[in-house]
């Protein structure tokens, strides 16, 4: 009915509460305006990017709001908060600390939900008739009674350090000890698991250790075969494409790896594929060959800015705007909360200064390689190309230490975002023995397809030069 028709009407009873909200619905319209700056800082934003390294896309709260908006602005972001909220977005502090790798800075914690009391009852009586199978000598229903009850409730410490005691029986000992320091993460005064870590910890420090030997020598065997070896120099550039397919497919990029390497090699877009994705490929291809040509043999410090003309690469081809600036606005990262955007320059001066640091530089390379690709997803400090612009760090940690470049699979990807969650509850450690397994993979790669070497061979006429590929002395 139109306006004209109501104003011609008679007045009924029934239309007066409808009158009364349109009135309403005027003086809110009237009087928004005038409180839009205030507003603004609330506007909540549904979108894509900036969820890698962690699981799944990101969401994005602005905190600023920026300058020369439209004045209905503020409207659409009212409508957005009251939509969306109810969907479990909160906009909130960062709550508590937890510990974030070797150093020991604090971190805002991850929020999880609470367990109910009734599921927390479940869980503690699964945990005595576990203890009990045990007891009498049933350790298949005593290990599926503790499985049954850490599902119901993950954040039980007796719970953990039960089932720690448990595999440690087993001489699970490395399993052992990350259920010690999970029940310590969330209980650090717990006084069993302290004591059951203490022993276990040195344990797994030496297995660790003797991993890294090994991926070591792998690494001095490598770096026996001259550059000029043409097999080596042939996967080389393999896998120089294949790293750019992996670690655009690890956050959903669909091209194939032929797509990829035409891509790369003619510049020229293909037909039916989505034109970001191809530009995400332009991106790492970009930052790639400015780690090669600038970073890799470079002696001194890593910088902020190193990182910022990094993530501008990954990012120039598929967000000009965003490409090389901290993020500006609030993201959520599933359960993960990463530091508002105002403090994301000083959280990255820390994060650099680590870097840097003796205690950085003192751990074993590919340890330290992941704990800065951990450090760095976890500050979060870009609206998009996180996870990208972290694993590039990562090798470029790695080859400045003589080591190849690290591929993480698609095939890999539910293990790394678990790895990368694990952490995020309190032990890095199995992130970084991911990171180790994925070196000793690419390793085993090299060194199968230069299996055919031999020193007697001499030197080939000519040694083929390859514009993408990662040179031995980068490394």
Request: hydrophobic share 40%.
């Amino acid at each position: 009915m139109s306006l004209w028709v109501l104003r011609s009407c008679p007045a009924r009873p029934g239309w007066l509460p409808a009158a009364g909200l349109g009135l309403l619905l005027l003086l809110f319209l009237l009087l928004l305006p005038p409180l839009a700056p205030k507003l603004r800082p609330l506007r909540c934003i549904l979108g894509g990017g900036g969820g890698e390294g962690g699981s799944g896309r990101a969401t994005h709260v602005d905190a600023c709001g920026g300058g020369g908006r439209p004045e209905y602005a503020a409207t659409t972001a009212l409508l957005g908060l009251v939509m969306r909220l109810p969907l479990g977005l909160g906009v909130g502090g960062d709550g508590g600390a937890v510990e974030a790798g070797a150093g020991g800075w604090s971190w805002p914690a991850t929020e999880k939900p609470k367990t109910s009391p009734d599921i927390r009852l479940e869980a503690q009586a699964s945990l005595h008739q576990a203890l009990e199978m045990k007891r009498q000598g049933k350790r298949d229903k005593a290990r599926r009674l503790f499985q049954h009850c850490l599902r119901l409730d993950p954040d039980f410490p007796d719970a953990l350090n039960e089932y720690g005691l448990f595999l440690e029986e087993d001489e699970n000992v490395v399993q052992a000890d990350h259920m010690f320091n999970r029940a310590l993460a969330l209980m650090p005064c717990h006084l069993q698991a302290l004591s059951n870590r203490g022993r276990t910890s040195p344990l797994v420090e030496e297995i660790d250790q003797r991993r890294f030997a090994i991926i070591d020598s792998k690494v001095k065997k490598l770096l026996l075969i001259p550059k000029w070896d043409g097999a080596l120099r042939r996967v080389m550039e393999e896998s120089y494409y294949h790293h750019i397919h992996h670690t655009v497919a690890l956050e959903g990029n669909t091209l194939t790896l032929s797509e990829i390497k035409h891509i790369v090699e003619t510049r020229y877009a293909v037909y039916g594929k989505s034109l970001a994705e191809q530009n995400e490929v332009l991106g790492i291809d970009a930052a790639m060959k400015y780690m090669n040509a600038s970073l890799v043999n470079r002696i001194g410090s890593i910088t902020t800015t190193d990182i910022l003309e990094i993530h501008r690469r990954v990012l120039g081809h598929v967000d000009p705007i965003e490409a090389g600036y901290f993020r500006r606005s609030r993201v959520f990262v599933g359960s993960h909360l990463p530091p508002e955007p105002r403090e994301v320059e000083r959280h990255m001066g820390k994060f650099t200064q680590w870097l840097n640091s003796e205690e950085a530089l003192a751990l074993h390379p590919i340890e330290f390689a992941a704990l800065a690709h951990y450090r760095l997803v976890y500050v979060h400090p870009f609206v998009d190309g996180n996870g990208r612009t972290s694993r590039l760090l990562m090798n470029l940690i790695l080859m400045q230490a003589g080591y190849p470049p690290v591929t993480i699979r698609k095939e890999q990807r539910a293990e790394y975002y678990t790895a990368l969650q694990v952490g995020n509850d309190g032990d890095v450690r199995p992130f970084i023995r991911f990171i180790a397994r994925c070196a000793e993979m690419t390793l085993d790669q090299y060194l199968i397809a230069s299996s055919d070497f031999s020193p007697d061979k001499g030197l080939p006429e000519s040694i083929p030069e390859y514009s993408n590929t990662i040179q031995l002395k980068d490394w």
